[in-house]
């Protein structure tokens, strides 16, 4: 009876330790853009990482209020991120999609900050 007890505990165990990384995985197909956002001008320290599939609207919340400089992971091909310096997604800083080097820091022109994104998907 312990036996067949402490096999059952351990099945229980090994499929509950494996369920949040299947799902992660799945998460993962389905991302059509993904970005990361720096607090420093030459993308060391802590990154906070954006992604999502489909249109995403104006989102402010940016660390700090704002974020000095950029790093594509992956866009695709129907989308484009748009990065702004005011919360209300107004005043343009950049944009990248599919075709904009991936993993390549990049800091705004003029020393102007990240303050809001949003994405749009066709």
């Not at 993962?28 to 999502?52: H, I, M, P």
């Not at 400089?69 to 800083?93: P, Q, R």
Request: some cysteine.
């Amino acid at each position: 009876m312990y036996f067949t007890t402490s096999l059952a505990v351990l099945a229980l165990t090994a499929l509950s330790a494996a369920s949040p990384a299947a799902d992660t995985d799945s998460k993962r197909q389905n991302v059509e853009w993904d970005f990361k956002l720096f607090q420093t001008t030459g993308c060391t320290g802590a990154a906070d990482r954006y992604s999502g599939a489909g249109d995403q609207a104006c989102t402010a919340g940016i660390r700090n209020g704002n974020a000095l400089a950029w790093i594509k992971t992956f866009v695709s091909a129907d989308c484009e991120v748009t990065l702004f310096n005011d919360v209300n997604c107004n005043n343009l800083v950049d944009a990248f999609d599919e075709e904009t080097e991936p993993e390549e820091c990049t800091a705004p022109f003029d020393d102007e900050v990240i303050a809001a994104y949003e994405v749009v998907c066709d």
